[in-house]
Structures are given as structure tokens and as C-alpha cells.
């Protein structure tokens, strides 16, 4: 069942929007597609005909224009991010005005509804189309504010009932995740802290690894690109550990390779299978007794070998204990 609403009004909805029509259309072109390159969500929507006729009704209006019949959000990981889609924004759409402003007039202990809005207009183009005088809204969230926006938004924001205990309920909500915000934005600072900043060996290990994949296959002229070298770093440890090597020895072992013009310089094998060519051909009696016996710490998992790395090397994985061979498909 439709909602009843005044013909003069649902006139004046018709008319804006089948020009906002052209005005999202400009809108997407612009900002979707880059927002996407850069892993941020965009979504957006027209204003539909009774939610039109409500925001009509509050009277902060002159006329039958509203500042947000289209409206977009850009949903970001993190605060950090908000900085940098505010900037995007603004060299990309005619700003008119921005709110939060510098000056907030929210107490303290309200915490409602307070994402980035940002009122704007289109571009002016050389020939310029009727519906580029109108202004729209986008608003800039965390992934965390979108997400209570989006869990609450039925019985805080809308709805057919009233709770003070509900928007109290969503207040705090709100509040909890405005401080896990600040803390993901100062998670570097934080980290710092004397009371935080411990020494564990496991992880003292695994940034001596990153320290020598870095140096080995990080370098501008390297024909290698490691897109995660916490995971990598925790792939070599765990080899490393089954061998009882250390990270120094890693460093010899690669260093030899490379004055064999082998190691760093194969371009045809993962970093990983690298270090696993470069220890069969540097250390091949380790590596044997090593894999044959069974691993003292059952928790370290299977070693996993590639085929290409068995072809290079010659030897037989068979006697190899606690060993994932990749064989050829």
C-alpha cells in the first residue's frame, strides 16, 4: 500500500527526481569507480517519495528542495582514511559547505548521529546541464560507524515505535565503537607504550625474518614483490624451526646463492621456494635428516614444497615426515 501523500508534493518529488537521476549518474562516474581502486565502499540512493515528504515536514526548508534527495556514502577502514576521502572528495565535487565543522556544539556525552557530511554541487561543465545547479550529500564513514548506522537504524533512527532504552542502548553502542576509532587511529602511538611494548621471542624472530626478506627480495631493482611479509615471514620461521636455523643463517645461506648468480636472482620461484632451494643446495644433508625425522613440536605444522622446488633440487620427498608436496597438477 502506497503512502498518502499531497499531489503538490509528490509533483515536486517526480520532477527533482528525474533531474537527480542525471545528478547520480555524474556523481558515480566521478567517485565510484575511483573509490573502489582504493578499497573503499560507495553506495548511494534517491530520495523516495514519502521520505521526501517527511524531510518536507520538519520545515528547515524554504521551498521544495532538500540538501540530500541523492545522497552518497563513502564507507573507509579506518579515521586515518576519513582524512583521505574528505581530500578526494573535495578535489573532485564543488564544496559547499562540511559538517562536523571545526566548532561542534554536541555535548560531550551525546553520541549520536555524527559522520562527516559534506553538502556539494557538481562540477560546472563547459556547456553547463540544468540539473548541475543542484547540491547533494555525501556522507564519509568508518567501516565501524557504518556498520552501527546500519544495525540500528530501524529502532534509533526510523521506525513505528519509541524506545528511550533502545536510543539510550544505541547511544552507547555508538560510544564504545566512536573509542575502538580512536585506538585502530592510534594504534602506532599506543603500541609504543611502555606497558604494551614487551619482548616475545617468537615475534622478535619473525621481525629478524621481514628484516632479511626485506633486504633480499625488498629492494627497488628486485624482480620479486611480496605483498605480505608478516605471512611469509611466518611460512619461513616455521621451515626454519623444522631445520633448528636461524635467521643469521638465512643470511649466509641466501648470500651464497647470490654469488652463484642463484637465490634473490631466480625469477621464476616464489621468495619461499627460493629460501627452500637455497637450504637443499647450501645445507642438502640438514635438510634431509631434518624433514626425515618427525618434528619435535607437532604444533608447527606441514612443511609445504612445490613441485618446481623437488624438479630443481633431485632429491626424493619420500622418507619426508610432516612434508605437503604441491605435485604437478
Not at 98 to 108: I, L, Q, R, Y
Not at 125 to 138: A, G, L
Not at 240 to 256: F, G, K, W, Y
Request: hydrophobic content about 40%; aromatic content about 8%; glycine content about 2%.
Amino acid at each position: 500500500m502506497s503512502v498518502k501523500i499531497e499531489a503538490t508534493i509528490r509533483r515536486a518529488h517526480e520532477a527533482l527526481h528525474e533531474e537527480f537521476t542525471f545528478v547520480e549518474a555524474d556523481v558515480r562516474g566521478l567517485l565510484k569507480e575511483a573509490c573502489e581502486i582504493q578499497g573503499w565502499s560507495f553506495e548511494d540512493r534517491l530520495k523516495s517519495a514519502d521520505s521526501y515528504a517527511m524531510k518536507l515536514m520538519t520545515g528547515r526548508y524554504d521551498d521544495y528542495q532538500i540538501d540530500d534527495f541523492y545522497a552518497c556514502t563513502i564507507v573507509v577502514p579506518n579515521l586515518k582514511a576519513v582524512l583521505e576521502a574528505i581530500d578526494f572528495v573535495k578535489k573532485s565535487v564543488v564544496i559547499i559547505e562540511e559538517k562536523p565543522g571545526a566548532e561542534t556544539h554536541s555535548w560531550p556525552t551525546s553520541f549520536g548521529f555524527d559522520s562527516v557530511r559534506i553538502y556539494c554541487k557538481l562540477p560546472t561543465s563547459v556547456n553547463p546541464k540544468p540539473y548541475q545547479r543542484h547540491s547533494f550529500e555525501i556522507q564519509v564513514k568508518t567501516l565501524l560507524e557504518h556498520a552501527w548506522a546500519k544495525a540500528t537504524h530501524d529502532f534509533s533512527y526510523k521506525g513505528d515505535d519509541v524506545s528511550w532504552a533502545r536510543e539510550r542502548l544505541a547511544a552507547q553502542i555508538k560510544a564504545v565503537l566512536d573509542n575502538v576509532d580512536l585506538s585502530i587511529n592510534e594504534l602506532e602511538r599506543t603500541a609504543n607504550s611502555e606497558f604494551l611494548d614487551k619482548k616475545n621471542p617468537a615475534y622478535e624472530k619473525l621481525r629478524r625474518i621481514i628484516t632479511v626478506l626485506k633486504s633480499e627480495f625488498g629492494t627497488e631493482d628486485s624482480p620479486h614483490t611480496i605483498t605480505d611479509y608478516k605471512r611469509l615471514a611466518e611460512q619461513v620461521a616455521r621451515l626454519l624451526d623444522r631445520l633448528e636455523l636461524e635467521a643469521d643463517d638465512l643470511i649466509t645461506i641466501l648470500s651464497a646463492e647470490a654469488e652463484l648468480d642463484r637465490g634473490k636472482f631466480t625469477i621464476n620461484l616464489s621468495p619461499y621456494s627460493i629460501i627452500l632451494v637455497s637450504i637443499a643446495m647450501q645445507l642438502p644433508d640438514k635438510l634431509r635428516d631434518k624433514l626425515t625425522a618427525r618434528p619435535q613440536n607437532s604444533r608447527l605444522g606441514k612443511i609445504v614444497i612445490p613441485h618446481e622446488v623437488i624438479e630443481l633440487c633431485e632429491f626424493d620427498p619420500t622418507p619426508f615426515k610432516r612434508v605437503k608436496i604441491l605435485r604437478r597438477n
